[in-house]
């Protein structure tokens, strides 16, 4: 399927609001949508799942047209609470069409993170009460009836969608950037860190990359294969049982979507908040992003950070990683990176993932 043709189709049956996060199975979708050049669309990528669910529900509120509402399976459990104490048909029966990517579907190969939600996926939204179809499975005119019926029952109907189903969109990036580069960025980091300290990075690229670069662990790196939004939690909970100093890797994507652990900081601390800004969620097919804190750094020494570093060259990055002393943290580091496709990052696979935490554990 072509994102345009299913556009097209929800522009006919009065589907024009669209919010959700991207992954590589709606990302798609998601990039024809921030390309379109008229209105005909409202579209908003939300900064976690419920939150694009809430938008959809304002939607709905404001107009009575059904929203439509994308995610990854993964993203489910942030919107749970919307979708079962607010939307679900014993409370405000409010109609929605969630796109859902099946990340882990039976008989494709995925990554050992998806495993799980993917064989549960059908089970869960059953037990939510939550119609679903296999998007494979769907002509146009059946699609149609199951709207048909969403609006009818003012229920709650899923559609999943597996990572074959849309057609590659080709998207138009600067990949000659005067940006620092994500691989610089974090060469620079493990080249200049100090060996007592830990790293812990966001799932995507960021971790693929110090998987690549540091291939032995030598720098005690813990990846986030999944849980995106989570690298900060992750990191101050380790904060709390030991005196050395953790350097939490992140990217936007993963920075925006859980926005309220960064009021968990104390200025005890000794937290290098390592903040890779591409303006994008570019593992999943450089989807812009479409939101932002006006200023970050304002943003920073709100919630505790003792020093804010806005950095745009490797030189000053360098100097910066160099001089480093505990009294200067917590430090917020704020990195702004271009887009970069690097084809050679790898995965880890369940055995990989079971080592890394053995290592990180012993070290």
């Known amino acids: 399927m072509q994102?345009?043709?299913?556009?097209?189709?929800?522009?006919?049956?009065?589907?024009?609001?669209?919010?959700?996060?991207?992954?590589?199975?709606?990302?798609?979708?998601?990039?024809?949508?921030l390309g379109l050049k008229n209105n005909k669309f409202s579209h908003l990528i939300a900064p976690n799942e419920g939150t694009a669910v809430s938008l959809g529900v304002g939607h709905y509120l404001s107009t009575k047209q059904i929203p439509c509402i994308y995610m990854q399976n993964s993203g489910l459990g942030?919107?749970?609470?919307?979708?079962?104490?607010?939307?679900?048909?014993?409370?405000?029966?409010?109609?929605?069409?969630?796109?859902?990517?099946?990340?882990?579907?039976?008989?494709?190969?995925?990554?050992?993170?998806?495993?799980?939600q993917g064989k549960t996926l059908c089970s869960t939204l059953k037990s939510y009460g939550i119609r679903y179809y296999d998007a494979n499975k769907l002509t146009l005119k059946k699609f149609s009836n199951v709207i048909d019926e969403t609006k009818k029952k003012n229920q709650i109907t899923a559609i999943l969608i597996d990572k074959n189903y849309f057609g590659k969109v080709e998207i138009k990036n600067n990949l000659k950037?005067?940006?620092?580069?994500?691989?610089?960025?974090?060469?620079?980091?493990?080249?200049?860190?100090?060996?007592?300290?830990?790293?812990?990075?966001?799932?995507?690229?960021?971790?693929?990359?110090?998987?690549?670069?540091?291939?032995?662990?030598?720098?005690?790196?813990?990846?986030?294969?999944g849980a995106m939004g989570h690298t900060l939690a992750v990191s101050l909970g380790a904060l709390n049982n030991t005196s050395?100093?953790?350097?939490?890797?992140?990217?936007?994507?993963?920075?925006?979507?859980?926005?309220?652990?960064?009021?968990?900081?104390?200025?005890?601390?000794?937290?290098?908040?390592?903040?890779?800004?591409?303006?994008?969620?570019?593992?999943?097919?450089?989807?812009?992003?479409?939101?932002?804190?006006?200023?970050?750094?304002?943003?920073?020494?709100?919630?505790?950070?003792?020093?804010?570093?806005?950095?745009?060259?490797?030189?000053?990055?360098?100097?910066?990683?160099?001089?480093?002393?505990?009294i200067d943290l917590p430090i917020f580091i704020h990195i702004l990176t271009g887009i970069e496709h690097n084809i050679k990052l790898p995965r880890p696979s369940e055995a990989w993932l079971k080592k890394i935490k053995k290592d990180f554990l012993k070290k």
């Open 244 to 326: 050395k100093t953790v350097v939490c890797v992140d990217g936007d994507g993963s920075f925006y979507m859980h926005l309220g652990s960064f009021s968990l900081l104390k200025k005890e601390h000794n937290l290098i908040y390592y903040f890779l800004d591409n303006s994008s969620h570019e593992s999943v097919g450089d989807v812009k992003l479409n939101y932002r804190i006006k200023d970050i750094k304002k943003f920073s020494k709100s919630v505790g950070f003792k020093k804010y570093i806005k950095v745009t060259n490797l030189d000053g990055l360098n100097i910066l990683l160099k001089g480093l002393k505990k």
């Open 177 to 225: 950037s005067k940006k620092i580069y994500r691989s610089v960025a974090i060469q620079s980091l493990l080249n200049n860190l100090r060996i007592d300290h830990k790293i812990i990075s966001s799932t995507g690229f960021n971790s693929r990359e110090i998987l690549f670069q540091d291939k032995n662990n030598h720098k005690k790196s813990f990846y986030l294969v």
């Open 3 to 33: 994102a345009n043709k299913l556009l097209n189709f929800f522009y006919k049956k009065k589907i024009r609001f669209f919010s959700g996060v991207p992954d590589s199975c709606t990302g798609p979708l998601a990039n024809t949508l």
């Open 78 to 116: 942030n919107a749970t609470d919307p979708l079962t104490n607010l939307c679900h048909k014993t409370v405000y029966e409010i109609p929605l069409i969630l796109l859902i990517g099946w990340r882990g579907k039976p008989g494709l190969h995925d990554e050992p993170q998806h495993v799980t």
